[in-house]
C-alpha cells in the first residue's frame, strides 16, 4: 500500500523552529520529486516547497524563502521539511506529496498539483504565543 506519512508538527512560539518529516511506505521515495504544501483554515492550499528526487534542485514560496528548508535522505525513504523563525502566519496543516515526476517543474510550474500521485494525511503545525 502507497502512503506517505507526516509527522512533526506541534505548537510552537513565533521565532521558533520546527522539523517535519514526511515518510514513504508502499514505494521508493528517491524516485520522485516530492512537495510540500499548506493549508490554513478558510485559506487556499499553498504550495511551499519541491525537491528533485536527487535533491539538486529545490524550490521555495516566497513566504518561507530563507526561513524553510527542505531536505531528502532517500536512504531513509524521507523528506524533511526543516522550519525556522516561524511566525503566526505559518499556522496550518501540512501536508507532503510525491510528483510522478524526478523533477519539480519549473519555477512557474513546481507548486502545481497536476502531477501529484499520492498525498500524506497532514501535521499542524501551530505558530502561537
Known amino acids: 500500500q502507497v502512503q506517505l506519512v507526516e509527522s512533526g508538527g506541534g505548537l510552537v512560539q513565533p521565532g521558533g523552529s520546527l522539523r517535519l518529516s514526511c515518510a514513504a511506505s508502499g514505494f521508493t521515495l528517491s524516485y520522485y520529486a516530492i512537495n510540500w504544501f499548506r493549508q490554513a483554515p478558510g485559506k487556499e492550499r499553498e504550495g511551499v516547497s519541491c525537491?528533485?528526487?536527487?535533491?539538486?534542485?529545490?524550490y521555495y514560496a516566497d513566504s518561507v524563502k530563507g526561513r524553510f528548508t527542505i531536505s531528502r535522505d532517500n536512504a531513509k525513504n524521507t523528506v524533511y521539511l526543516q522550519m525556522t523563525s516561524l511566525k503566526p502566519e505559518d499556522t496550518a496543516v501540512y501536508y507532503c506529496a510525491n510528483r510522478v515526476t524526478t523533477d519539480c517543474g519549473y519555477a512557474s510550474t513546481w507548486y502545481r498539483t497536476a502531477d501529484l500521485g499520492s498525498w500524506g494525511q497532514g501535521t499542524q503545525v501551530t505558530v502561537s504565543s
Open positions: 525537491i528533485s528526487s536527487s535533491a539538486s534542485s529545490t
